[in-house]
């Protein structure tokens, strides 16, 4: 302890040559640095940013051939990328561009032996193959750990994990970490109640997961009058989390809910602090911009073996740059639609979001278990409903037509359950029309 005291208090210099010789102190570091960002004013925050700008644009111009032909192509110099107001200098990265140049875009002078491979789901219908290095990986590992500290449980008192399929497994337990994985694949059943006995014997504080499966837990817990089944925070990430679910988690396991933002190209990453007016995006992983849709367009600022600058990571949001009432000086994420695809556009220009869609549906809590809503085509959305009482179906029916304005043809299908995507992620909205239709 008292040698990472020192090493934390060292000149970055020296503490570059301590991190060469012992890897896991950059973790050390990444989390000190994370925690001490968290108060520094805007400026301090900005100058920061370009500092770490100049670094990875520089490094980019040497050692990795996408962007030293991208610049030579467009007669630009490294030196003219020395601020986030200059990044629009740059073209914007697609999915597609990746999966056509992923060669050209590994750095040269980062061995191919020494990369950690990662793949992002594919729901696109693009999967994409990733690069870190152990590095960058302890950062990621860094900045989740510091948001947990965001909800003032900590993250080594360990927590439960819903979201990672573990294939035939229905739990998993790493004793290193202290983390209880719970298959998703499961959540149904008697399943729930072999849930229920795992929680109970481990006792964790918190649970971290798709929202969309914490609110099952929660909802299964009500409908059976589980009462002893709490939590002193809920940490949701990967889906966008509905009001209606918010609300039912926060209620039935009495404790506060946190939204948390990322993607799996480390790219942008952001959580919720207590006061919950939206998500601090975290300013020492990446740049965000957004486009004319909208849409998150992120310049990572510690990934150098696979380096990401003005990627269209596609999640459509709304950022607020005013302080928070925490004391926080960092832009915050106060509103994430999701994917363009899901929101579902009238005829008439009219747009639902999965937040409008949500608070329509609140009040059939105890009739609805899950309803999802598919635009097939202009007029016409398909209502997918799990009924949890079948006699309400007539005024469940009837409140959706309600919200909808008459805007489309309405097909109600009544499930058993509805099926979630590839990566086990829970569609609450889904269109097939084309993007165009945005703008």
């Known amino acids: 302890m008292k040698l990472k005291k020192i090493y934390l208090g060292s000149p970055n210099v020296i503490q570059d040559i301590g991190s060469f010789l012992c890897k896991d102190l950059w973790y050390d570091r990444f989390y000190k640095e994370l925690k001490d960002s968290d108060y520094l004013d805007g400026q301090k925050l900005e100058d920061i940013q370009n500092d770490r700008l100049k670094k990875i644009v520089k490094h980019c111009y040497k050692h990795v051939p996408y962007y030293k032909e991208t610049f030579d192509k ?129 006792k964790f504080g918190c649970v971290r997961g798709f929202p969309s499966f914490v609110y099952l837990l929660a909802n299964y817990c009500k409908e059976n009058g589980i009462k002893d089944v709490y939590f002193a925070a809920v940490v949701t990430t990967s889906e966008v989390l509905l009001p209606h679910w918010r609300e039912v988690i926060q209620e039935q396991f009495q404790c506060e809910v946190f939204d948390q933002y990322g993607s799996r190209e480390a790219v942008v990453s952001a959580m919720e602090c207590h006061e919950h007016n939206g998500m601090h995006i975290e300013p020492l992983n990446g740049i965000i911009e957004l486009n004319e849709n909208n849409e998150i367009i992120a310049t990572s600022l510690i990934s150098y073996a696979f380096p990401l600058l003005r990627y269209n990571v596609g999640d459509v949001a709304y950022i607020c740059k005013k302080k928070c009432s925490c004391g926080r000086s960092s832009a915050r994420i106060t509103r994430l639609v999701g994917r363009t695809n899901d929101i579902i556009i009238a005829k008439n220009g009219r747009i639902y979001d999965a937040s409008t869609l949500s608070n329509a549906i609140r009040h059939l809590h105890g009739h609805i278990k899950e309803c999802q809503f598919v635009q097939d085509a202009e007029e016409q959305v398909t209502v997918n409903a799990v009924l949890a009482n079948p006699e309400k179906h007539r005024k469940s029916k009837q409140k959706i037509r309600d919200v909808l304005k008459q805007d489309f043809h309405l097909r109600f299908n009544f499930v058993d359950s509805i099926p979630r995507s590839k990566n086990g992620k829970f569609k ?11 703008t």
């Open 74 to 202: 467009l007669d630009l110099n490294p030196k003219d990328i020395t601020s986030t107001d200059d990044l629009n200098k740059l073209p914007i990265i697609s999915r597609e561009d990746i999966n056509l140049n992923r060669e050209k875009l590994l750095a040269k002078n980062i061995p191919s032996r020494t990369l950690i491979a990662a793949y992002t789901s594919g729901t696109t219908g693009s999967p994409m193959k990733l690069s870190f290095t152990k590095k960058e990986m302890l950062f990621d590992g860094a900045r989740i750990d510091k948001h947990f500290e965001m909800t003032g449980v900590g993250h080594k008192k360990g927590h439960f994990r819903i979201g990672i399929n573990l294939q035939e497994n229905k739990w998993h337990y790493e004793p290193q970490y202290k983390v209880m994985h719970l298959n998703p694949g499961f959540f149904s059943g008697n399943h729930l109640q072999e849930y229920i006995g795992i929680i109970r014997k481990f």
């Open 428 to 438: 609450f909205i889904e269109s097939f029309l084309s993007k165009d239709h945005l």
